[in-house]
């Protein structure tokens, strides 16, 4: 899916400055001796980075790690302390513990720790200096269930002041969850100065938070809170209780936000569709197997899905790296291996680093169900990873592959006229990036880039030598049970 103009302008802005951060960025952490993470660095490429991964993975304990990384500049700020998120009880105490990271100051790379040795967390005073805002799960709990709230809403009371929205925010709000409202605010009720009530009104008929939907309040509670220059910004679960739509306009919206206020957001999530709103620098994976963390960056949507969803029910599972891959593969067992072609879940990982990584695992024993990893033809052999025939990316190799022989006939898998198929295909290899080929032959050819590229690949896989055919199908075979 294409990344959306908000996402693609700051993703711009960030390359142009070569993606070494922006004035305060926190670059890295290293957890050892809480909740199972054992010194893993964790590093941060993007300025809004996604945190992804099973419950229970250690994406909570990334977020409150990093608001302890750094102390209030203002006395009247909130400053984070570890003691609030890791706490000693009665079942857990926390001991040889240390939060190590990096970060950069005006251009300058440094690094910290604070650190529990024995009962208490030392190196706090020295953390750098920061603005941070931690939205954790508490926003998603019901206004009347909330603590104290009950009382409000059943006294006779009136409101005693309010912080309104700005017309921006107004505007932001309103396109998020796309309706127009007329007002916004947070209001204190005159028996309670400490409890805010969210308090909406559309088309002249006033809301407050005992009556919004939970979504509402959600993106409402988010909206409000104060987004500092070059601050950070930790979300738990930043999808809770929003719909598709308004999930997709949120991370456009803090997009715009981070680009001209060079903010750090990290938050967690569980939605594909926040995972498709990001480029894949900002996906960050939480493998947890057998006790033993691992982050891989670069993931797609569909392996994180499929790694949280038990929905599908294969024998085996088969990694490639994008969809023009997987269509590839799908084309080889359908003529070659058919008798396994239902055994196999295929699915796109992303990047070609996730691939190495999860080839890693596989060499290490790490996956509890029979697993395969298929690399692009154009990486270099990797432990653990196949590399798919054709000795090049798949675009290059079938469109290389085909011009030789005119095309074939792909004109007939997509009903157009043999030349007009060859001239849109020859033209489009013009240009430089292999990605573009089939999007823009397609669009000359007036039918989808995935038609015509199962067309190419039908074709380019009826010419396949046997034997490497055969290579890629006896590799998947041998892992099946």
């Not at 513990?97 to 650190?115: C, F, K, L, Q, S």
């Not at 700005?166 to 916004?184: L, Q, W």
């Not at 891989?296 to 790694?307: C, I, L, N, W």
């Amino acid at each position: 899916m294409a990344i959306e103009d908000e996402v693609r302008r700051l993703d711009k802005k960030w390359a142009n400055g070569g993606g070494q951060g922006w004035p305060k960025w926190l670059d890295w952490l290293e957890i050892t001796g809480i909740r199972g993470w054992t010194g893993q660095r964790v590093k941060f490429q993007f300025p809004i980075v996604a945190l992804v991964g099973e419950n229970g993975s250690g994406k909570s304990t990334l977020l409150q790690a990093a608001a302890c990384t750094y102390q209030a500049e203002e006395s009247h700020e909130r400053t984070w302390y570890p003691t609030e998120f890791f706490p000693d009880t009665a079942w857990d105490g926390i001991h040889d513990a240390e939060i190590a990271y990096g970060y950069v100051i005006g251009g300058v790379h440094e690094t910290g720790d604070i650190r529990k040795p024995t009962e208490r967390w030392l190196g706090q005073p020295e953390r750098p200096k920061r603005r941070v805002r931690h939205i954790d799960l508490n926003r998603l709990q019901p206004v009347g269930a909330r603590v104290g709230y009950a009382r409000i809403a059943k006294t006779n009371h009136k409101e005693k002041s309010a912080t309104p929205f700005d017309e921006r925010k107004i505007k932001r709000f309103s396109h998020v969850m796309g309706k127009h409202y007329d007002t916004a605010r947070m209001a204190l009720s005159d028996i309670d100065e400490s409890r805010r009530i969210p308090v909406i009104t559309r088309g002249r008929i006033q809301y407050s938070g005992y009556h919004q939907g939970s979504g509402e309040i959600t993106a409402m509670e988010l909206l409000q809170t104060d987004l500092p220059k070059y601050g950070l910004v930790l979300i738990d679960e930043i999808e809770s209780s929003l719909h598709p739509r308004v999930q997709r306009r949120l991370i456009r919206d803090l997009a715009e936000q981070c680009r001209e206020r060079e903010l750090q957001v990290i938050l967690s999530t569980h939605s594909p569709y926040i995972l498709e709103e990001l480029p894949p620098q900002a996906r960050m994976y939480i493998l947890d197997s057998d006790g033993v963390k691992k982050t891989v960056t670069g993931v797609s949507p569909q392996f994180a899905m499929t790694k949280m969803d038990d929905d599908l029910h294969p024998e085996a599972d088969i990694y490639v790296e994008d969809d023009s891959s997987r269509v590839l593969v799908e084309e080889i067992l359908a003529r070659h291996g058919k008798e396994i072609f239902g055994r196999c879940a295929i699915i796109p990982f992303g990047a070609a680093s996730v691939g190495i990584a999860l080839g890693q695992m596989i060499s290490n024993k790490r996956f509890p169900r029979p697993t395969c990893v298929f690399l692009d033809g154009d990486n270099a052999a990797a432990v653990g990873c196949h590399l798919l025939p054709g000795g090049d990316a798949p675009e290059r190799a079938v469109f290389n592959g085909l011009r030789p022989r005119r095309f074939g006939s792909v004109w007939s898998h997509i009903a157009r006229d043999v030349s007009i198929v060859q001239d849109s295909c020859t033209r489009a290899m013009t240009l430089s990036d292999h990605h573009d080929w089939c999007r823009n032959a397609a669009n000359q050819l007036m039918c989808s880039a995935d038609s015509l590229w199962h067309a190419l690949c039908v074709e380019w896989v009826s010419a396949l030598p046997a034997a490497e055919a055969n290579t890629l199908v006896q590799s998947i075979i041998d892992i099946l049970p």
